[in-house]
């Protein structure tokens, strides 16, 4: 245990003095060790010095790219693709209250542009990985599943990726209802399961929760199908 000694305080006898002595000889020798290091960390850094600062002048010069990339390149993009979107958002929703070949038309616009303008197959590609890049691979997956065309429209909308409460469970349903159409049931029941638990809400969950307890029924498993009838009338009543 530590023993605190006052100003001015003698020890007791040789017994004490010793400890005493021991207690200054211990310390001396942890300055002294500290002395040292601290002499050999300058030494290294008086020897290095020139390498940090190019390291020092390298971070900052990469920090500064990066914030100039973010605020010359990406903003400006992000800005000019997302206005590019106006366009083929014309014709897709004007597509939704047409019918027949006149839907199939305007979906077409949409999808490949007119009068110079980008439709989404070009906003998706010359943009990609931007947000409207992604968003434009939505649109034309949906357009291509609403034109029956559903090899393509599971192939736009597996590269759209979002985290929105219900536009990622949406995506993944569509992929479902495509596989449902070309007749592969096993394939519909997984994405209707991952559109279900994609997030959890009141609208999704529930529509592709009793999705894939139909598809289930008619692939033959029952008990799938019983526990996910079950899960929405608990859930979802």
Do not use: C, H
Not at 163 to 176: H, K, V
């Amino acid at each position: 245990m530590a023993t605190y000694k006052k100003r001015g305080y003698k020890p007791k006898d040789n017994k004490e003095q010793q400890l005493a002595e021991e207690t200054q000889s211990t310390t001396a020798e942890v300055f002294n060790t500290l002395d040292e290091t601290a002499s050999k960390s300058e030494q290294w850094i008086e020897k290095n010095s020139k390498a940090l600062f190019i390291g020092l002048i390298a971070i900052v010069v990469l920090v500064l790219a990066v914030l100039g990339y973010n605020k010359y390149i990406v903003e400006p993009t992000e800005k000019e693709a997302s206005n590019e979107l106006a366009f083929p958002r014309k014709y897709f929703n004007e597509a939704a209250t047409a019918a027949g070949v006149n839907a199939d038309s305007l979906l077409v616009l949409g999808l490949e542009g007119a009068d110079g303008k980008y439709g989404f197959l070009d906003i998706a590609d010359s943009y990609s990985g931007t947000k409207a890049g992604n968003i434009a691979n939505y649109y034309a997956g949906v357009s291509y599943l609403q034109m029956k065309k559903y090899d393509k429209a599971i192939e736009y909308l597996s590269k759209f990726d979002s985290d929105d409460e219900m536009l990622g469970s949406i995506a993944l349903g569509a992929i479902g209802d495509a596989f449902a159409d070309l007749d592969q049931a096993t394939e519909a029941l997984e994405y209707y399961e991952k559109a279900a638990n994609k997030r959890s809400n009141e609208f999704t969950t529930p529509l592709f929760l009793f999705k894939a307890a139909q598809t289930a029924m008619n692939l033959k498993k029952f008990d799938k199908a019983a526990s996910l009838f079950t899960k929405i009338r608990e859930n979802y009543s």
